[in-house]
């Protein structure tokens, strides 16, 4: 069965330094993973996708997020947090043609 | 606004009312899906259309839940007979014709508050 799970509720972080969002998946197949991003009153954003292709995937804003399949990772990273990427974050893969798989969320919290 | 569009935002509602949302999705995008949020939590899959077919439905979505998509565009997500653990957040989403994994674009959801 499909399933992900991150790793860390919460995560604090200093504006400047480097972010790192923890996500482990669980598969029976090759999965899709998927990050995506929930601003407070704003709808979901996709951040980026994993679809079998690099396993380096680059998305918005820049973030970054790497498929290990000897770990089941699929952890975000972004070289210097900005104030703005204060939010809340959610891994996903999907289960099926018509079904995302979304794990608990990670809040992000950034300090001046 | 091209985007996922759904209404109202929020709703308040008595306990034991029904209660009718409605998304509209991209217009090109043939698969639209509703999801709940609870507060602190994920997202939860509900039902899944592809154009007007009803293609799966969450174990989530009790007999009290009922989605159509009539025409294959927009779409409506029923609740009878609402109870206080339906208070979560609706969220709706569409995607283009499958490619190896779509995107789904979500609306900004519908915020249901059952006192």
């Known amino acids: 069965a499909q399933s992900v799970t991150q790793l860390d509720s919460h995560v604090s972080v200093s504006e400047g330094t480097p972010v790192l969002l923890r996500c482990n998946y669980s598969s029976s197949y090759s999965p899709s993973l998927f990050w995506y991003v929930q601003h407070p009153n704003k709808g979901l954003q996709l951040l980026l996708k994993y679809t079998s292709a690099a396993t380096l995937v680059k998305g918005i804003n820049g973030f970054e997020a790497e498929f290990k399949k000897s770990e089941t990772s699929f952890h975000l990273t972004k070289p210097s947090a900005h104030m703005s990427d204060a939010a809340e974050y959610f891994c996903v893969v999907t289960k099926g043609p018509g079904k995302l798989i979304f794990g608990q969320g990670t809040t992000l919290q950034v300090k001046p | 606004d091209t985007g996922v569009s759904q209404d109202p935002r929020h709703k308040i509602t008595k306990r034991g009312q029904n209660v009718t949302f409605r998304c509209d999705p991209i217009s090109e995008h043939n698969r639209l899906y509703w999801y709940r949020q609870t507060l602190g939590q994920g997202p939860e899959f509900l039902t899944y259309f592809q154009n007007e077919a009803q293609l799966e439905k969450s174990r989530l979505l009790s007999d009290r839940f009922s989605a159509e998509r009539p025409k294959g565009s927009f779409s409506t997500l029923e609740i009878q007979r609402t109870e206080q653990g339906d208070s979560a957040m609706y969220l709706c989403?569409?995607?283009?014709?499958?490619?190896?994994?779509?995107?789904?674009?979500f609306g900004q959801g519908t915020r249901l508050t059952v006192v």
């Open positions: 989403a569409s995607s283009p014709p499958l490619g190896p994994a779509s995107e789904a674009f």
